[in-house]
């Protein structure tokens, strides 16, 4: 418990230099910005300003990532309430309510209870994971190779088939992730797997190119070809942007009831804020003094799923910080962020690298407050972005999204590949198969694999090494029952289809 | 997979599950080849070509259960997509990658996509875009090569700069 605290306020030193003060407020800007512009998921945003990284050190860009993860959340759930085309499944709830309320002038108090709501439940819920990583860590350094294999099966599982609208779609996309986590050498033999003599795809496919050819350039895509289906509409923030005595006694329990939704679910590896921001809004429709509003743009619907949007974002810091596991699109990507400076997280990173950790997570916490009092005031900046007419917006999205690209490895087969993922992104669009399973599929297939040959190593080539460690078999029996799960009992479908 | 397809009533074969179907058990069939080329060097527990395989194996069952969704007309229903601007993006990112791919540089390359872009979201002022394109490219050149000393490709137009 001291330890935290002491560990705590060494990451406050650190975080509140000014440099890294000013990285954090970059981070913050940057994120909202982008991540406001329509059919901008967090996950985008943190792909797409991975290059304006770069060149910063390690510490001062985790911080401006801090900033960005944040950022990026908040910018979502503006346009989830302006224009009703939430970027990511999980502001789908407060698109309900919040495009609703601001179609009845009241859009003002729907970004209010939002923005306040996300930053309650984003301090509540990193306190939750600077308390919780530590006691991880300690478990976490006992875990061998074989149990570090089957705990990405679960993530594997549970991000793809459990809940997902269908196992064998959630599957689909996680096996094409799995396949092009196999391209390139061979990190044990030094031989080159499914690279037919192309020398740039001996490196292996790299992670930001598949998660922005696949969520913008197949963004852009999927919604060019359907242009002619509907145009969005911007709703004007009309009246008060404050929140009446009334909004905040409607405001403060969904809030905290959101928070612990999402706090422990993303906590899990199990991935995903749908879950929670659903389980929000059915609860609190479910407790409402005014049901009747529900539907028409109630408050509590608004604030409930953004806390718990919020809340299941730091949740899912906990796997990715104390085990290395990404158990969301937006988790994949400040992966991929640790990575580019050779950086991996895990309970060795707590170890050799307190600053760094400790610094990010006090981040996250400067970065909450600054959202607080930057986006309020800043919200009619934030509607102007959103104004952009359609053409150039997504133009500039293709441009931006290809400079980091460009900027990265300006080769021929490198934005091949971009286009060739963006072509796939658009056809898994089509098609309804998720998204997000791709790229931990990519991300964490490769680590899957080192982690099962070392214990195989290890145990001389004997495969019960997985069942005789209690924890490996304890995982991977959880995972089989989470595969099993949704194909013996079908009822995520009807559980989802009640909330609509 | 044309992506012209009308929306689809369910309950009738859905054609491009079938595709889909066909497209994995491909895959499957390239993991295994090329993993036959692959040399087991490790003496104990798994070579690299156990895991293509095993991915391979996955690959062909969600195969088979794509095949059977789509005899079914289990997949989700899907609204009419237009099929031209999708084609003119993709000429979009091809005109950017040929000019990268000639040294024609940073600043035409994406001025180009971002003209053709904009034409696909039904923009027909190409001049007043073309232009717009080019300041906002050169722009974003200066910030992100002069000021974030990020390599971006040089052309004609980058040398004059």
Redesign the interface.
Known sequence: MMDTFAALAHGMAVAVQPMNLLYALIGVFLGTAVGVLPGIGPALTVALLL??T??LDPGGSLIMFAGIYYGGMYGGSTTAILINTPGESASMATALEGNKMAKAGRGGPALATSAIGSFVAGTIATIGLAFLAPWLVDFAVRFGPEDYFALMCVAFVTVSATFG??P??G??SL?IG??LG?VGI?K??G?A??AFGVPELLDGVEVTTLAVGLFA?GE??YV??????SEEKLEPVRGSLWMTKEDWKRSWKPWLRGTMFGFPIGALPAGGAEIPTFLSYSTEKRLTKHPEEFGKGAIEGVAGPEAANNASAAGTLVPLLTLGLPTSATAAMMLAGFQQYGLNPGPLLFAERPDLVWGLIASLFIANCMLLVLNLPLVGLWVRLLAI????L???I???A??GT??AK?S?VE??M??GF??LG??MR???FPIAPVVVGLILGPIA?SQ??R???I???DPMTLLQSPISATLLGLALVALLAPFVLKGMGRFKANED | MSSGDPAQTPRRVDRAGIVIAALLAATAAVLVWDARGLQSTSMYGMGPEAMPVVIACGLALLAIGNFVDALRGNLPARESADPLPVVLILIGLALLIAIIGFGGGFILATAALFVTTSAAFGRRAILVDSVIALVMSTLIYLAFDRLLTLSLPTGPLERLL
């Open positions: 290059p304006v770069y060149k609208d269908s064998v779609r599957l689909t096996f799995l396949t196999l061979d044990l033999t031989q797997r499914l350039v852009a895509l060019a070809s359907r242009r002619h289906h007419p359609q053409p150039w997504y133009a500039g293709l441009v931006f290809t400079m460009i900027a300006p021929v934005l091949s971009l286009a963006g072509v658009f056809l089509r098609f309804d694999e099962l040959r214990a195989l190593a145990s001389l080539g």
